[in-house]
C-alpha cells in the first residue's frame, strides 16, 4: 500500500478504530472467563459484553495493542511503514515521523508488530528441499556485567559480538533456467532462528520445530548436522571449500547477505537480545514478498489474532 492510499484510507484515529473493530468482528472474539463466542457491542465505552456471563472486553484487549496507551494510528502508521518498506524502519525515524515526545514507547511498539510477524511464522514449517547453514550477526551485548567488559574478545567463530543464527531456506528446482549464472533452485520462503550454540542437539530441536519430516535438507559436512537424518526423510551433507558454498547453498547465503545489510543500513547495529526480532521482520517480508498491498491486511490481523 503506498503512502497516498493509505492516507485515504485512515486520515485519522475514528478510522483506525473502526477498522481494527471491523477485523476483530470478523476473526471473532473470545470471552476469556466462559469461552463464549456471542457479545454484544456496548458503543458508549467501546467494549465487546459476553451474552452468557455478561464479561467486558475491552477493544484492545487480547491483541497486540494490549496495555498500549498510543493512538490506534500510531499503531497503523507503524504496521504501513513496516510492511511498505522492502527493507525496514528504525524506530527513531517513526518517531521523527509521527512527532512523539518520547522513543521508548515507539520502540516497543515496534518490537511487539517484529514480534507479532515471528509469531505468525511460527505456526509454519518449510518443506521440498531445505538449505541449512549457520551466519553469525554482528550485535551489541546490553546485558554484559561491568567485570565482562575487560575480558579480551575472541576473533571468529564464538565472538562475543556475534550472534549465532541457524538459516533455513526452503527452495524448489528452477527448470526455467535460461543462463549460465542464474541459480539452480527457487527460493520459497526462508527462517531464521538465533540459538545459543551450535551443538547437535540444539541443531535437532531447531529442524524438528521449523522443518516438515519429508523434507530434503543440504547441508555442509559440520558434524553437528552429523544427526539428522534421524529428523527429516533425506539429509545431503556435502564436504565444501570455502569458494563452494555459495554455489551449493545458494539461497542461505544470500539471505545471509541481504539481512546483514538490512540491518546495517537501517539500524546500523541491533542488541543480542532482541536480534531474533528483526530477524523475523526480515524473513515475515521475503515469504510474502509477492503479497502486494495485502501484507498491511494480513499483518493487522495477525496483531489482532495474537
Not at 130 to 142: A, H, I, M, P, S
Request: with cysteine; glycine share 4%; aromatic share 12%.
Amino acid at each position: 500500500m503506498n503512502l497516498i492510499k493509505f492516507i485515504e484510507l485512515f486520515p485519522d484515529e475514528q478510522s483506525c478504530r473502526n477498522k481494527f473493530k471491523e477485523i476483530r468482528d470478523a476473526e471473532g472474539v473470545i470471552c476469556r472467563r466462559c469461552g463464549n463466542k456471542e457479545h454484544y457491542w456496548l458503543k458508549t465505552i467501546e467494549s465487546y459484553q459476553c451474552k452468557r456471563c455478561k464479561a467486558r472486553i475491552r477493544l484492545r484487549s487480547g491483541t497486540v495493542m494490549q496495555e498500549s496507551n498510543l493512538p490506534f494510528r500510531y499503531w497503523f502508521i507503524a504496521i504501513h511503514f513496516l510492511t511498505g518498506t522492502k527493507k525496514s524502519f528504525s524506530g527513531l525515524e517513526l518517531q521523527r515521523q509521527i512527532g512523539h515526545k518520547y522513543y521508548e514507547p515507539i520502540w516497543y511498539m515496534m518490537q511487539k508488530i517484529r514480534r507479532t510477524m515471528g509469531a505468525r511464522d511460527s505456526k509454519y514449517k518449510l518443506d521440498k528441499i531445505v538449505e541449512l547453514d549457520e551466519g553469525f550477526f554482528e550485535t551489541v551485548n546490553t546485558d554484559i556485567n561491568e567485570d565482562d567488559k575487560n575480558i579480551p574478545l575472541k576473533r571468529g567463530r564464538g565472538s562475543q559480538k556475534q550472534t549465532t543464527v541457524l538459516v533455513m531456506a526452503s527452495t524448489i528446482l528452477d527448470f526455467s533456467k535460461t543462463n549460465k549464472y542464474k541459480k539452480p533452485t527457487k527460493l520459497r520462503y526462508v527462517k531464521m532462528q538465533v540459538v545459543d550454540n551450535f551443538k547437535g542437539t540444539t541443531v535437532n530441536g531447531k529442524i524438528i520445530e521449523n522443518v516438515e519430516y519429508d523434507s530434503v535438507v543440504k547441508t555442509d559436512n559440520y558434524q553437528s548436522y552429523s544427526s539428522l537424518n534421524d529428523n527429516v526423510w533425506c539429509h545431503i551433507p556435502q564436504t565444501l571449500k570455502k569458494e563452494d558454498a555459495v554455489k551449493v547453498l545458494p539461497w542461505v547465503h544470500t539471505m545471509i547477505s541481504n539481512a546483514k545489510r538490512t540491518i546495517l543500513g537501517v539500524h546500523h547495529m541491533i542488541s543480542k537480545k532482541y536480534a531474533q526480532y528483526y530477524l523475523d521482520e526480515f524473513c515475515y517480508k521475503v515469504n510474502r514478498r509477492y503479497f502486494g498491498e495485502k501484507i498491511f491486511d494480513r499483518l493487522l490481523i495477525a496483531c489482532v489474532t495474537i
